[in-house]
Structures are given as structure tokens and as C-alpha cells.
């Protein structure tokens, strides 16, 4: 008699749990996620018959560090329709517009050095992140609606699958989010929409073009930034400036060499006749890190440069 009274009192503790956390869930979905269609499908990245919700407004990256946006081919792997724990998903391939509200969390160590769903490698401090229904590789702009910070990344792979989680972001973008230590944000995603030629298709500023003149390491460690046909500017957050040269050859024999050694993606930009060598964008509590590793690669003229 009192193992029953005993479960039936956990029961009871379990369901009023249930139900609360599930007003709590109701209460938080907004238009872009979970609202019903005019044809009967559901807002936002999830199962079954999820469609992607219109943007309102576009995209506007001016200054926004992260993921180097340019144009690719959707790759071969991850793109077709399918089901992870009995839920079954679609691939918006067709998708030209697109934003949403809610939670993102991000993975880190243990995924580090794993396939992502295209095949490609997983590195955490890259600027990627994983979504269950955009075509692969896709770019979102990712804004903490906690501290208006914004960054850039490449959707490479698949997830996250907890919950009514929208995004799963990779370390490095995470932390120049501020959402390490917590695990989870409440962010807005905008997809940035490429053309071949190179044109951002969705952007406020239509004179701005996705550019390959800002070098990186690895091209699925990106670097910024979005830049204007007239500009060589890099913006956007803190660096640790290690190498100056006039020469874009040397330039880039020092940044192959440093392929795979430094914490954070290296980036080249053209200043006043100097390629510039830099790691970043470095979240400000890294800073210290960053300049004594880039030391222990034998320069020790590196500083912290704020962009």
C-alpha cells in the first residue's frame, strides 16, 4: 500500500512537471516557430511538415564577424530528406528566405575531429553550426537577443535534437555569443543568401558582395567578413595581429605554414600597401591566451588589435 501511494505520488509530481514545463514551452514559441501556416504546416526547423518562415526584413551583416560568406554548390552528402529517432525531416532545398526565434545551444570537445552530415571535418573553433532542415553548407547570422551580438557561421551539419532547440552552434561561435557558460541563448538566425556571381541576394546593402579577398587557414575555419566592393576594411571584434609583409605571397607562405597550429582561424587583409596577418575574432576573455600562443610560435611582436 505505500510503494502504490509512493508512485502514484511520483506520478503526479511527474505530470504536474510535465505540464508546467510545457505551459512554460507554449508561452515562448512566437510566430517564427511553431505557428501554424495558411497551408497547414509549421513554422520554424523541426519534423514532419516544418517550413521555413519568411523573413520580414533583410539581412543586414554589415560588420559582422564569423563564417567568410561566399557562394558553393550544395555539397552531395546531407542533403536529402531523413530520420533520426522516428522523426522523420525534410531539406529545404528550395529555400530563398528564411528566420527564426529561439533557443540555440552549441557542442564542442567531444564532437571535435568528427564527420559533420556533408562529410566535411568538424572543427570547434570554426565558425559552423549544425540545423535540421536548411540545405548544407547554408550561412545564417546569429544574433544573442540577450546582448545584440551578432556573428556569422556556416551551416555544415545536422541537429541539434533536444527539445525545441533551433541551432547548434559551434564552440567558437558560441563564445563570442556569451553562451558557453550557460549552455543555451535565445537568439534570432537570418539566412544569408548567396548567388554564383556572389551577390547577397537578401542583404540590406545591395552594393555588398560576398568576397574572397579575406584569406583564411582552412575553409571550414572561416574567417569575416562580408565586405564592401570598395573596401579592404576588416571589422569586427578583437585580433591578435602576429605578421605584417608587403608581399601577399609571403603572406600566404606564413599562413600555410600555420595551417592547423593556431586556436583561432588566420586571416589576411590589405591595409595601406601591408597584408596584415591576424587570428580571430577572439572572445575578450581569450585575448591573453591567444597572443601567448601565437609568442609560442616564435612571434613575439603579436598584440591585441581591436577591429
Same mark, same amino acid.
Given at each position: 500500500?505505500?510503494?502504490?501511494?509512493?508512485?502514484?505520488?511520483? *506520478? !503526479?509530481?511527474?505530470?504536474?512537471? +510535465?505540464?508546467? /514545463?510545457?505551459? @512554460?514551452?507554449?508561452?515562448?514559441? %512566437?510566430?517564427?516557430?511553431?505557428?501554424?501556416?495558411?497551408?497547414?504546416?509549421?513554422?520554424?526547423?523541426?519534423?514532419?511538415?516544418?517550413?521555413?518562415?519568411?523573413?520580414?526584413?533583410?539581412?543586414?551583416?554589415?560588420?559582422?564577424?564569423?563564417?567568410?560568406?561566399?557562394?558553393?554548390?550544395?555539397?552531395?552528402?546531407?542533403?536529402?530528406?531523413?530520420?533520426?529517432?522516428?522523426?522523420?525531416?525534410?531539406?529545404?532545398?528550395?529555400?530563398?528566405?528564411?528566420?527564426?526565434?529561439?533557443? *540555440? !545551444?552549441?557542442?564542442?570537445?567531444? +564532437?571535435?575531429? /568528427?564527420?559533420? @552530415?556533408?562529410?566535411?571535418?568538424? %572543427?570547434?573553433?570554426?565558425?559552423?553550426?549544425?540545423?535540421?532542415?536548411?540545405?548544407?553548407?547554408?550561412?545564417?547570422?546569429?544574433?544573442?537577443?540577450?546582448?545584440?551580438?551578432?556573428?556569422?557561421?556556416?551551416?555544415?551539419?545536422?541537429?541539434?535534437?533536444?527539445?525545441?532547440?533551433?541551432?547548434?552552434?559551434?564552440?567558437?561561435?558560441?563564445?563570442?555569443?556569451?553562451?558557453?557558460?550557460?549552455?543555451?541563448?535565445?537568439?534570432?538566425?537570418?539566412?544569408?543568401?548567396?548567388?554564383?556571381?556572389?551577390?547577397?541576394?537578401?542583404?540590406?546593402?545591395?552594393?555588398?558582395?560576398?568576397?574572397?579577398?579575406?584569406?583564411?587557414?582552412?575553409e571550414n575555419v572561416l574567417a569575416p567578413i562580408l565586405q564592401d566592393k570598395n573596401s579592404?576594411?576588416?571589422?569586427?571584434?578583437?585580433?591578435?595581429?602576429?605578421?605584417?609583409?608587403?608581399?601577399?605571397?609571403?603572406a600566404s607562405e606564413i599562413s600555410d605554414r600555420l595551417r592547423g597550429l593556431t586556436s583561432?582561424?588566420?586571416?589576411?587583409?590589405?591595409?595601406?600597401?601591408?597584408?596584415?596577418?591576424?587570428?580571430?575574432?577572439?572572445?575578450?576573455?581569450?585575448?591573453?591566451?591567444?597572443?601567448?600562443?601565437?609568442?609560442?610560435?616564435?612571434?613575439?611582436?603579436?598584440?591585441?588589435?581591436?577591429?
Amino acid at each position: 500500500m505505500k510503494n502504490k501511494i509512493s508512485y502514484t505520488l511520483v *506520478a !503526479s509530481l511527474l505530470s504536474a512537471i +510535465f505540464i508546467l /514545463n510545457g505551459c @512554460s514551452s507554449s508561452s515562448d514559441i %512566437n510566430k517564427t516557430h511553431g505557428a501554424i501556416s495558411s497551408s497547414g504546416g509549421v513554422y520554424g526547423t523541426g519534423p514532419n511538415n516544418s517550413i521555413p518562415y519568411p523573413q520580414k526584413d533583410p539581412v543586414d551583416i554589415t560588420g559582422v564577424p564569423g563564417a567568410k560568406v561566399k557562394y558553393e554548390p550544395y555539397s552531395r552528402g546531407g542533403n536529402k530528406n531523413y530520420t533520426v529517432l522516428g522523426k522523420s525531416y525534410k531539406v529545404w532545398n528550395d529555400v530563398k528566405s528564411y528566420e527564426e526565434i529561439g533557443t *540555440a !545551444s552549441w557542442y564542442g570537445p567531444g +564532437f571535435h575531429g /568528427n564527420k559533420t @552530415s556533408n562529410g566535411e571535418t568538424y %572543427n570547434q573553433k570554426g565558425f559552423s553550426a549544425a540545423h535540421k532542415n536548411l540545405p548544407l553548407p547554408s550561412y545564417l547570422k546569429v544574433t544573442n537577443l540577450n546582448n545584440a551580438k551578432s556573428v556569422i557561421v556556416r551551416v555544415n551539419d545536422r541537429g541539434p535534437f533536444h527539445g525545441n532547440r533551433i541551432i547548434d552552434l559551434s564552440e567558437s561561435a558560441a563564445r563570442y555569443l556569451d553562451i558557453v557558460k550557460k549552455g543555451t541563448g535565445k537568439v534570432k538566425i537570418e539566412l544569408v543568401k548567396v548567388s554564383p556571381d556572389g551577390t547577397i541576394l537578401n542583404s540590406s546593402q545591395s552594393s555588398y558582395i560576398a568576397q574572397n579577398t579575406v584569406e583564411s587557414s582552412d575553409e571550414n575555419v572561416l574567417a569575416p567578413i562580408l565586405q564592401d566592393k570598395n573596401s579592404n576594411i576588416l571589422s569586427g571584434g578583437f585580433y591578435v595581429q602576429f605578421f605584417s609583409t608587403q608581399s601577399s605571397d609571403r603572406a600566404s607562405e606564413i599562413s600555410d605554414r600555420l595551417r592547423g597550429l593556431t586556436s583561432y582561424p588566420i586571416v589576411i587583409n590589405k591595409e595601406s600597401g601591408y597584408y596584415r596577418l591576424r587570428t580571430g575574432p577572439i572572445v575578450e576573455e581569450d585575448l591573453e591566451n591567444a597572443v601567448e600562443e601565437m609568442k609560442n610560435l616564435g612571434y613575439n611582436d603579436s598584440f591585441v588589435k581591436k577591429i
